[in-house]
């Protein structure tokens, strides 16, 4: 059967340096499975180049048996980047932020429609964002922002979910609402990369676990690849690059 997500031997350089290497992933349909390693280990790199934005220098990327941008283009995935990486001043709106997850929905117009607009107001409820709906989305604190973000994958409904630490800076109520929406959403049919330093959030959150260090050192059961002698490769094995 195809996987919904398979990494084959993928190389990707930044000029002249290596982020991954021989790293190879397969994620089945409906697994969450996390991403785990030190800072400056790959695991972003790897979100991307799911999403397709990052060129590989060799090794093959396929999202349901096809190259990342199809299904991108068709909306199949939700990418929730890491916190650094959003230009928060930009002048969008909570509700405008979540109506971006619509786009692949709509025509070439992007005209909204109704069941655009229903999509975004259920998935800021499903959120809690509903009284935050017209704030500057800048204006929200970190774990109202990666509410917002939960948000925008939910109106998209994608079949594929991309999330650079969703719970880097936020409190234990919010990470508590945010593993189980995630967990809805997987046993809904929904496919999860999830990247965590949090290693406490894996068990609840997580299927099954790779460890990333320049490559895939291992993906298996989360009891397993959380086992001292697991975790030491990945948080040792390389030095800050
Ligand atoms: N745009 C870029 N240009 C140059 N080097 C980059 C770029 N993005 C990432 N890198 C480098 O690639 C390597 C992997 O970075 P990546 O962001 O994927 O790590 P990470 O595991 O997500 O780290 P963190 O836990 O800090 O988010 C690092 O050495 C990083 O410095
Ligand atoms: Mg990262």
Redesign the pocket.
């Known amino acids: 059967m195809t996987a919904a997500v398979q990494v084959e031997d993928l190389e990707v350089r ?2 002249d ?1 290596l ?1 991954l290497t021989g790293a190879t992933l397969r994620v089945e349909r409906g697994r969450v499975c996390g991403l785990v ?10 979100l991307r180049s799911v999403l397709g934005l990052v060129r590989p220098v060799s090794g093959v990327v396929h999202v349901d048996g096809a190259p990342p941008a199809k299904a991108r283009r068709a909306g199949g995935i939700a990418y929730v980047p ?1 916190s650094e990486d959003v230009d928060w001043d930009f002048p969008l709106s909570v509700q405008d932020v979540v109506a971006t997850g619509r786009f692949a929905h709509q025509g070439v117009l992007r005209r909204p429609r109704e069941g655009d607009r229903e999509a975004v107001e259920a998935a800021l409820a499903r959120v809690g964002l509903t009284a935050l709906a017209d704030r500057q989305i800048g204006a929200l604190s970190g774990g109202q922002r990666k509410r917002a973000f939960a948000a925008r994958a939910i109106a998209q409904e994608a079949n594929l979910l991309l999330l650079d ?1 969703p719970f880097a800076g936020v409190d234990t109520g919010t990470q508590e609402d945010l593993t189980a929406l995630i967990r809805e959403l997987a046993a809904a049919g929904a496919t999860v990369l999830v ?1 965590t ?1 949090d290693l406490d959030t894996v068990p609840a959150l997580c299927d099954e676990v790779a460890l ?1 260090a320049g490559t895939v050192l291992d993906q298996g059961e989360p009891a397993a690849m959380l086992e001292p002698h697991s975790l030491a490769r990945a948080f040792a094995g390389r030095s800050l ?1």
């Not at 390693?37 to 790897?46: D, P, W």
């Open positions: 930044f000029s340096i982020a390693g030190m800072n400056g280990a790959g695991k972003t790199t790897l890491q630490e990247s330093h990333v690059a």
